[in-house]
């Protein structure tokens, strides 16, 4: 059920020469369905196969051929509605939508317009100004086309059908977002969740997740009115295609609002259009009107018989769903006591959930997080490494932890063992034995070494006797003298005793 407790959300403001607008965006995201064969043919998926190698008659259009439906990209489907929190249509149908492109044989694209698979869901969008809910209209399967590669020869223009037929789910949302970097969270967030559950694997690089952005502007309230059932004061949208950045996303936008706001203020009107964005230029220019739009003349595929699923086979895809972004992270803050900022970085994806979870798992959480966050990751960054191929493994980072924990180094040495670790690898506890980097809380060893410092600066215990907070200088001492590796709480005890503090 959609949550609607969340809070209104703050809607960008632009100041025109007549007055303050907002925007209004609703998105429609394509994401490439992770399965090994596509939609309708048992074609691999595979990426980075030599063109045109992975094409089976169905992709070529070949006539009398006829379509087989795969049941893996429904379930991947059926498990992204669910974990969007959507209703399920258990039974919906394939249309075809008729165009004509080089890179599309069949001279149609099989979608499903009048009948989608996944109904109304919601995503979670943690903005500044706290969590909102953005509504989902609708996801539905479809195909995508090949690629036509027009910058290899001057005079020729190349086809690849390795990408025809693979399927692609179209996740529609409402036109809930109010600001660039709204538009930009939801996308992450969308984006986070289909990762988690396997369905797409988010390269948004690679376009195997696009976005056709939609933009309007109005005045301050419209918008509060349209979710009350009055549209009236919406403005009119223009579409703005096959975004792949987050970056160009949010500049699209902030340029396109910008840009409706100047004609509207100018007397003129928006007309309804397809737009590209040219983020060399930072402007988006004219693809089509809606009155230069296609006739698809979609009607429902008569090669393909209405899907209708089993809704016990629903409940088992239901059943064996991951753990979702927001639940690992609430449980995070509740089972390891961690701030919702560390939350969120260590659930942004389910690797580094699981190597936190590896080296939390019956220590300090906090102590964990710090150490994986801070010096793990830290030190990754600073060599731009990834995760997965960390010199450090949860077992290593763990037994650095517990050293500190039982005593055995300080904070201080901790670090150096963490940079020996890192880069000599090795058992944590099996360095500090074999390079003598055990913390001395020997009371006898740290007395000699206190007194000795004593001994050799009458002067400075005059003066820590008459001023007590200089009695840190002789605890400094001290650590130096002992390489770092005296325990300071005990150094700092046996200082103030032997000044008489
Ligand atoms: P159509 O039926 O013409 O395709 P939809 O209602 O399905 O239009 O909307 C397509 C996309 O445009 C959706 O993502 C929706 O949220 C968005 N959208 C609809 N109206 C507006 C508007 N006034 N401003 C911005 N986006 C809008
Ligand atoms: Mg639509």
């Not at 209209?137 to 990408?163: C, T, W, Y």
């Not at 296609?294 to 059943?319: G, Q, S, T």
């Not at 004593?454 to 003298?481: C, S, T, Y």
């Amino acid at each position: 059920m959609l949550d609607l407790s969340a809070p209104a959300p703050k809607a960008k403001v632009i100041e025109g020469v007549t007055g303050p607008w907002e925007m209004v965006i609703g998105l429609e995201v394509h994401a490439q369905v992770a399965t090994n064969a596509k939609l309708f043919s048992g074609a691999s998926t595979q990426v980075g196969a030599e063109p045109n190698s992975q094409v089976s008659f169905i992709d070529a259009g070949m006539p009398g051929m006829l379509p087989v439906l795969n049941e893996g990209c429904v379930a991947q489907a059926v498990r992204t509605g669910l974990g969007l929190k959507a209703k399920i249509n258990l039974r919906s149908a394939f249309d075809r939508k008729n165009y004509f492109y080089p890179d599309l044989p069949q001279g149609y694209q099989i979608s499903q317009l009048f009948h989608p698979l996944v109904g109304e869901g919601e995503v979670r969008v943690e903005v500044s100004g706290g969590t909102r809910v953005v509504r989902i209209e609708r996801i539905h399967l479809e195909q995508d086309a090949g690629k036509s590669i027009h910058d290899m020869d001057p005079a020729m223009s190349f086809v690849d059908l390795n990408r025809t037929g693979v399927a692609l789910m179209e996740i529609v949302s409402r036109p809930d977002i109010r600001s660039p970097e709204e538009a930009a969270a939801y996308v992450s967030k969308l984006r986070q969740i289909l990762r988690y559950l396997g369905t797409c694997d988010g390269d948004m690089q690679h376009g195997n997740l696009r976005a056709d952005v939609n933009v309007s502007v109005c005045r301050p309230g419209a918008w509060e009115a349209f979710m009350a059932g009055d549209p009236s004061g919406l403005g009119t949208r223009c579409e703005i295609k096959n975004m792949n950045s987050l970056r160009f996303i949010q500049a699209a936008i902030e340029h396109e609002a910008r840009r409706q706001i100047a004609i509207l203020e100018d007397g003129g009107t928006i007309t309804q259009e397809t737009r590209l964005y040219d983020p060399a230029r930072d402007e988006t220019r004219s693809m089509r009107s809606k009155e230069e739009a296609h006739d698809y003349r979609y009607f429902p595929d008569p090669d393909l018989l209405p899907l209708e699923i089993d809704p016990a086979w629903v409940d088992d895809l239901a059943a064996a769903l991951p753990e979702l972004p927001d639940a690992k992270k609430a449980r995070f803050i509740a089972d390891f006591g961690l701030s919702d900022y560390d939350a969120s970085v260590l659930t942004a994806d389910t690797a580094d959930a699981a190597f936190f979870e590896a080296v939390a798992q019956g220590r300090d959480g906090k102590m964990a997080a710090n150490w994986v966050i801070n010096d793990l990751f830290g030190r990754l960054k600073k060599d731009g490494r990834e995760l997965a191929d960390s010199p450090v493994s949860p077992a290593q980072l763990g037994g650095i932890i517990d050293l500190i924990q039982s005593g055995d180094i300080s904070g201080k040495i901790a670090k150096d063992l963490f940079e020996i670790v890192y880069t000599e690898g090795g058992d944590p506890a099996a360095i500090v034995e074999s390079r003598g980097m055990r913390q001395v809380t020997d009371t006898g060893a740290i007395e000699a070494a206190v007194d000795q410092v004593i001994a050799d600066n009458p002067a400075q215990v005059e003066k820590a006797r008459a001023n007590p907070k200089l009695a840190g200088w002789f605890v400094g001492q001290v650590m130096k003298a002992t390489g770092g590796k005296a325990n300071p709480a005990a150094v700092n005890a046996l200082v103030n005793a032997r000044l008489g503090l």
